[in-house]
């Protein structure tokens, strides 16, 4: 089982619509999670963090941790073309070595 | 503006050549990485320092090779020996080295074999 598992899409949505992306994670002592956003041939750029469980919101983003299930998601309202991008999703603790990534969904916003 | 520059941000590599990627950061962060993009797929570390002088492999790092003879400075050399090279190559930091530290990115080179 790999510790950090996450649907590839594409995921393709019209404009408007809400998103739902979700992970799942294998490791019962990830305290941070963090979302990352990649625009295609761009490097990954920082997008939601969150401790703990429970939500947390930033304008039409939500993150969401359920550390019993060990599911996270994160959900897009209003979605906009500009939102199409690949969302990597990145759970850790502080004392682990090294950050280990989802693989990523490609999400992609129609007009 | 602070931030990390890579380049070149494409490179081409002939059979049995050596090429270096190069990675310089204005951030004054400790913590540098080197990781590897492949369609489809994640960001799979090849090799990180925490701190000058000093580096450590990740996952993939056979065929690979860094220095840190500088705090803003991680090239990254694909050897001969990395029999597939093509990919996506992204260099990022963070100002410490716990990994709950937000990870600046630089916007990658693309290296393909000729």
């Known amino acids: 089982q790999k510790e950090v598992e996450q649907d590839p899409g594409p995921l393709s949505v019209p404009e408007g619509a809400i998103v739902s992306l979700n992970c799942t994670y294998s490791?019962?002592?990830?305290?941070?999670f963090m979302w990352y956003r990649q625009y295609s041939r761009k490097g990954p750029e920082l997008l939601m963090y969150?401790?703990?469980?429970g939500n947390k919101e930033d304008g039409r983003f939500t993150a969401q941790v359920d550390k019993s299930s060990k599911y996270i998601s994160l959900f897009i309202r209003d979605s906009q073309p500009s939102d199409s991008a690949t969302y990597l999703c990145a759970p850790t603790r502080s004392s682990a070595s090294k950050i280990i990534f989802g693989s990523g969904t490609r999400l992609s916003i129609r007009p | 503006d602070g931030g990390i520059t890579q380049s070149p941000k494409y490179l081409f590599r002939k059979e049995g050549q050596n090429v270096t990627l190069s990675c310089e950061q204005n951030?004054?962060?400790?913590?540098m990485y080197w990781y590897r993009q492949d369609p489809g797929q994640g960001l799979r570390l090849i090799y990180y320092?925490?701190?000058?002088?000093?580096?450590q492999k990740g996952d993939i790092a056979e065929g690979y090779s860094v220095s840190r003879e500088k705090k803003e400075s991680f090239p990254l050399t694909v050897t001969s020996a990395q029999k597939n090279p093509t990919a996506f190559y992204l260099c990022?930091?963070?100002?410490?080295?716990?990994?709950?530290?937000?990870?600046?990115f630089g916007s990658g080179t693309q290296l393909s074999v000729l």
């Open positions: 969150t401790y703990s469980s």
């Open positions: 490791n019962s002592a990830f305290q941070y």
């Open positions: 320092s925490q701190i000058v002088n000093d580096f």
């Open positions: 951030l004054n962060h400790d913590a």
């Open positions: 990022a930091s963070s100002r410490g080295q716990a990994t709950n530290e937000k990870l600046f």
